[in-house]
């Protein structure tokens, strides 16, 4: 039988007082054989390190912080902490320990807690796989194949990141907490609506199918990140839709809304699509053996749609709305054009 005694933790005050000690004492000098103490003292729970980077991160607050806002914590202390409080410096130790907890309470918790999520998660989908999933606030997300979404929901904001594949978005309306969805150098902006947003490679679409949405593209993603000078933006009703290549978005155009997100039926709609990106987005739902042979095939542009598991069903119709021949061979479906030999597929 395992008979090593249980550890308990210190109390959170406890620790935090600890660790407003050791801060004092090392912005008044550590001695070697202290700074030892003080990496122990850190390494012995991970709660004292959480409570150590805290209060750094408060201590820089505080040396940013100007006169009035020091005199207002000041006026916060009690009586016998508010004559010491003007230079920190010259407070005793347990005094010292005592205002830089106050300091965390009134300086640091307020920003620290509107930066922390309510809720985060990282949701995928594998190749041929899709997924529904309904968030804490109600919006619901329907993931497509090969897809990866990471989704945080602040106190004054929703924000998802779309990292690959595509997403429907049904968000539920709210209007104290904006819904954005990032997905590279571009931002989606929404406060109750139904759209979805294509990051596939360097193809991105984002199409509505209710309410309204706001597209802005970026010169990069940090500037996206931070919603910095946008190079151009857009607004986009039910019905419409817009692609962006490299940083510029392209004109909007119109789409049923039942065609957005056809790919939840099963469904590929292409609109004047190059071939190879056709051939691209078949295999992201499976292995669909379709193989182009030359680069000059895969510049032709199809307009059509076709069931996303039915790759051979696509390889006989292709040669009947393309000047190419489909040969199959060692399970391949082998795309060239209609000039070179091989045997055509029945």
């Not at 806002?69 to 409080?85: E, F, G, K, T, Y």
């Not at 199409?207 to 970026?218: D, S």
């Not at 069931?307 to 082998?334: K, S």
Request: net charge positive; with cysteine.
């Amino acid at each position: 039988m395992n008979t090593t005694p249980l550890t308990h933790p210190a109390p959170q005050d406890t620790i935090d007082s600890q660790a407003a000690q050791w801060l004092l004492r090392q912005q008044q000098g550590l001695s070697p054989r202290e700074h030892t103490m003080l990496q122990q003292w850190l390494a012995a729970c991970p709660a004292h390190a959480q409570a150590w980077q805290q209060l750094v991160t408060v201590d820089s607050l505080l040396g940013h912080a100007s006169p009035a806002q020091r005199d207002a914590l000041r006026q916060s202390l009690p009586p016998m902490l508010q004559v010491l409080a003007p230079r920190r410096s010259r407070l005793p130790l347990a005094a010292a320990a005592c205002l830089c907890c106050a300091i965390a309470g009134s300086l640091g918790w307020h920003q620290w807690q509107q930066q922390q999520p309510l809720y985060q998660a990282t949701l995928a989908t594998a190749r041929g796989e899709q997924r529904e999933v309904t968030l804490p606030d109600g919006s619901r997300l329907s993931l497509d194949s090969a897809t990866r979404v990471h989704v945080a929901l602040y106190r004054q904001q929703r924000a998802t990141r779309l990292l690959a594949g595509q997403a429907l978005f049904s968000v539920a309306a709210d209007k104290q907490r904006p819904f954005h969805v990032l997905a590279g150098s571009r931002r989606v902006t929404v406060l109750g609506t139904r759209f979805s947003v294509r990051q596939v490679g360097r193809s991105y679409q984002v199409a509505v199918a209710e309410g309204t949405v706001r597209v802005r593209q970026y010169a990069s993603n940090s500037d996206a990140d931070h919603d910095r000078q946008p190079l151009q933006q857009a607004t986009l009703q039910a019905g419409q839709q817009l692609a962006s290549h490299h940083t510029r978005l392209s004109n909007i155009t119109p789409i049923p809304p039942a065609a957005v997100a056809a790919w939840r039926s099963g469904r590929l709609l292409f609109d004047n699509t190059p071939l190879a990106e056709v051939i691209a987005e078949f295999n992201r739902y499976g292995h669909s053996q379709l193989q182009l042979q030359d680069h000059a095939s895969g510049q032709l542009r199809l307009t059509g749609t076709f069931n996303a598991y039915q790759p051979a069903q696509f390889a006989h119709a292709l040669p009947r709305v393309l000047p190419l021949v489909v040969v199959q061979r060692q399970g391949q479906w082998l795309i060239q054009p209609a000039r070179a030999t091989g045997h055509k597929l029945p």
